[in-house]
């Protein structure tokens, strides 16, 4: 018997807002796709809100309950390591949008924290770790959400946010560079990504609700050389920019690149 094995899309951080716009345009253009999900509940919701129905979740998407510190749980999202055929292959894609949780603190040195403070360069280091145990001859793209105002290059910010990127957010944008630092050490040729692009979109804004985002037409696209520099993007039209530019075209022209997105 000859078994059919159709490339799928690998999501973490799912439930966020950029994640989640990506993975709802995913589905509905018929691609299959996996993500790890703490609350498999939540994120069926999620997709059922935007109109993905219970037909498509059962025949596109396979949600594997855990978090980014079980490995388990990332082999088997990287691997559809449950799915019907029982088949087992490496995702074509990984696209990941993890991040931590925001408190505001009575504090001048540090006013606002992170839940959990490392979150984006644990997972990282966790998907390295579980693609190198599981010894698959070809390796996978990713994708990851960083953000705008950690280049070592050139100001990507404007002047006005460059306090608020600087000084207030500085733990979560630690978090990130350690999480590019991650991702561009572990790139082909000898690491475990074929290739990656790293997306750094300005500060978020919006939901996750594709049917209320401006569209990915209208952003202004540039490099970690050339930025587009702007305060805020919707974080719908990230995702949709993820898709169109990543998932459909494979994203081999942007390998490499430190893409800013902003409105």
């Known amino acids: 018997m000859t078994i059919t094995v159709t490339p799928f899309i690998a999501f973490f951080g799912a439930t966020g807002g950029c994640t989640n ?91 606002v924290a992170i839940d959990h403070p490392e979150i984006c360069a644990q997972t990282t280091q966790n998907i390295v770790q579980a693609l190198t145990e599981i010894h698959f001859p070809d390796k996978p793209s990713i994708t990851v959400i960083s953000t705008t105002g950690i280049s070592d290059t050139k100001e990507d910010v404007p002047f006005m946010s460059r306090f608020l990127h600087k000084v207030i957010l500085a733990d979560p944008h630690r978090d990130k560079k350690e999480m590019e630092r991650i991702v561009t050490e572990n790139t082909s040729p000898k690491g475990v990504f074929r290739g990656a ?22 952003l202004r696209v540039g490099t970690e050389e050339n930025p587009a520099v702007g305060y805020t993007v919707g974080r719908q039209d990230v995702g949709e920019w993820i898709f169109e530019q990543v998932v459909k075209t494979g994203g081999e022209n942007h390998f490499g690149q430190r893409i800013t997105l902003t409105n």
């Open 197 to 218: 692009i790293i997306v750094r979109p300005s500060l978020l804004s919006g939901d996750h609700n594709v049917k209320t985002g401006q569209g990915w037409k209208n």
């Open 21 to 111: 716009a990506c993975l709802v345009h995913t589905l509905n253009a018929g691609y299959n796709a996996t993500a790890l999900a703490r609350d498999p509940v939540k994120l069926t919701q999620m997709l059922f809100d935007q109109g993905i129905s219970q037909e498509v979740l059962d025949d596109q998407l396979l949600i594997i309950k855990g978090d980014i510190s079980d490995l388990t749980a990332i082999k088997d999202v990287l691997t559809n390591n449950t799915i019907r055929t029982k088949h087992i292959e490496l995702a074509r894609q990984i696209i990941s949008g993890v991040g931590g949780a925001p408190t505001v603190n009575k504090s001048l040195t540090k006013p």
